[in-house]
């Protein structure tokens, strides 16, 4: 969970539906941040607006890690569409449009989200989180299915026998290569893996 304490007067954003708990003196206002690009792309068109003073508890759908991110307002940052979880109002929240060759891959699909501006921007991830730094020129390889938000260059890539990883060693389909400089956030668990654990869990009928 992300427990914030508002001062009084101050603003925070937060996903639709993510209050767990809140003081009485916090107010609660809800804002449509709506664009044709979001109807179509399936982004958030609207944010809860929590105004301090006050303590707000908030937490994602589903168990994981919360990141939290300091932006200064240098370079945008790109996260998973179902990853936001809280920012403040400082930042722009937008959908960004991936290249058809990396939306075929990615598991973000067509689109992603997309954060720009100064201030904190709060993701989740399913499982742990944890982020790497890329110096310069440095590479990093990530299962498409395990990325939280990144704010590096990034290419999508299939696993071939004799590339990266064979494809007899590796059920791995896409892979995305990043290049530094930047920060790369991951999470443990691949939602798509979840699903399909639960799917062969299920008491079958007859």
Known sequence: MLYMRLQPGYEV???????????????????????????????????????GPGEVVVAPATWG???????????PWYYGKHAFLACTPGIHMSTKSQSFGKALFSGSGLFVGEAQGAGMLFVHGMGAVIARELQPGEQWIVNNDHLVAWNCQYNVERIQAGG???TLQSDEGAVCRFTGPGMVYVQSRSPQHLINWISEHLPTSG
């Open 65 to 75: 890690d919360i990141a939290q991110i300091q932006m200064d307002g240098s370079s």
């Open 164 to 166: 990266i990883v064979s």
């Open 13 to 51: 954003l937060t996903k639709p539906g993510s209050l767990v708990s809140m003081e009485a003196t916090v107010q609660v206002k809800g804002k449509m941040n709506f664009t044709l690009k979001k109807l179509f792309t399936g982004g958030e068109l609207t944010f809860a607006h929590f105004f």
